[in-house]
Nanobody
Framework: QLHLVESGGGLVQSGRSLRLSCATS????????IGWFRQVPGKEREGISC????????FYAEAVRGRFTITRDDAKSTVYLQMNSLKPEDTAVYYC??????????????????????WGRGTQVTVSS
């Protein structure tokens, strides 16, 4: 069974950095595109960054482009999200998801895409002003 576990969240001041990790197990990660999403209570889940199964393509939402970087280490079955210059509006629960050979634009632009069918439980990121 596929498992994804997020870690690395926490409370940080505005302008600081955090690195989130998405540890995967139970599947061959290099067959899957992996995405990072976030959600604030009362709002829809937002796709912020996705990376293709072969690591050649990435997608960033406009709100995080230039500040966040997604990478993958298939040997460690882990995908990372380096978040720099954090802002209070980045406060959310961050989730990772897997999509078998998914297109990164579709995966990130449509969080409820049927093929985004494996999710972690999330990690809280809180950015204070």
């Amino acid at each position: 069974q596929l498992h994804l576990v997020e870690s690395g969240g926490g409370l940080v001041q505005s302008g600081r950095s955090l690195r989130l990790s998405c540890a995967t197990s139970g599947f061959t990660m290099d067959l899957y595109s992996i995405g990072w999403f976030r959600q604030v209570p009362g709002k829809e889940r937002e796709g912020i960054s996705c990376i293709s199964h072969d690591g050649r393509e990435t997608f960033y939402a406009e709100a995080v482009r230039g500040r966040f970087t997604i990478t993958r280490d298939d040997a460690k079955s882990t995908v990372y999200l380096q978040m720099n210059s954090l802002k209070p509006e980045d406060t959310a629960v961050y989730y990772c998801a897997a999509n078998l050979r998914g297109d990164v634009q579709d995966m990130c632009r449509i969080p409820n895409l049927r093929e985004n069918n494996h999710w972690g439980r999330g990690t809280q990121v809180t950015v204070s002003s």
